[in-house]
């Protein structure tokens, strides 16, 4: 690893942390990078967990500081989805090179498709208590999202977002403090399953942490409303890049 590659890492580890805070997608960013710089995609997927268990260990302490932390339905939520990851996990193990990475293009089609399309939280919502048949109905799509953040984890947070925006009134803060919490927990387990394989570079990963921790602790810090519509640009233009550049190679 050259001083290069070190600056990027951390620059695109800070943009993608502060962005899978704000709204979700970073590791559109940080995985396809990864996989330029030469790692494997199991390799590149197992080092992306380093640095996005650091990212949402800081946005946990942050949100919790600033007194957003629903803790019981984030770690409700947390259970079904560790269990989904742990499978997803060990099917992205296996996969081939080739097939992983048309895959992840495929993905970033549909998440660009879903940031253009996708509409904006109003400011208006209030919160709610959900009953028990929508805690059952998350219950069993955090279980499928776990098996997505599982294999790929790139855009989970849109799914998870779009989850809570369906199902509740949650204000986008709340939902964001809910979407480290359950982030953390399946990343973190499914990290585990990919250091047993040895598919994690620690040298590329912990830089990337630090870049990623920087980017959390900017991103809880910033106020949702006046960040989305440039997020939304510059996301769509670079993931549209990188798709195109794993689909066909050049």
Known sequence: MNILNVL?????????????????????????MLI??????????GTNRVALTMQNIIAIWNFKRKG???YKLGITLSIPAVLGSIVGSRIAISIPDEVFNKILAVVMFIIIFTLIKKPKKKAEDVEEELTKKKKIILGITFFFMGIYGG???????????TSLTLLSSLSLVSINSIKVIVTFFY???????FI????????????LAVGNGIGGYL????????????????LIVMVSVMAIKLLFGW
């Open 151 to 161: 294999l790929l984890q790139a855009g989970t947070g849109f799914i998870i977002i």
């Open 36 to 45: 330029f710089l030469g790692l494997p995609s199991a390799v590149a997927n």
């Open 187 to 193: 990343v973190l387990s499914s990290l585990v399953v």
């Open 196 to 207: 047993i394989s040895g598919n994690v570079d620690w040298i590329f990963g912990l830089v």
């Open 219 to 234: 991103g809880s810090n910033f106020s949702i409303n006046k960040g989305d519509v440039w997020i939304k640009r510059v």
């Open 68 to 70: 957003f932390f629903d």
């Open 8 to 32: 990027l890492i951390l620059f695109i580890g800070t943009f993608a942390g502060f962005i899978n805070v704000v709204a979700g997608g970073g590791s559109l960013l940080t995985l396809p």
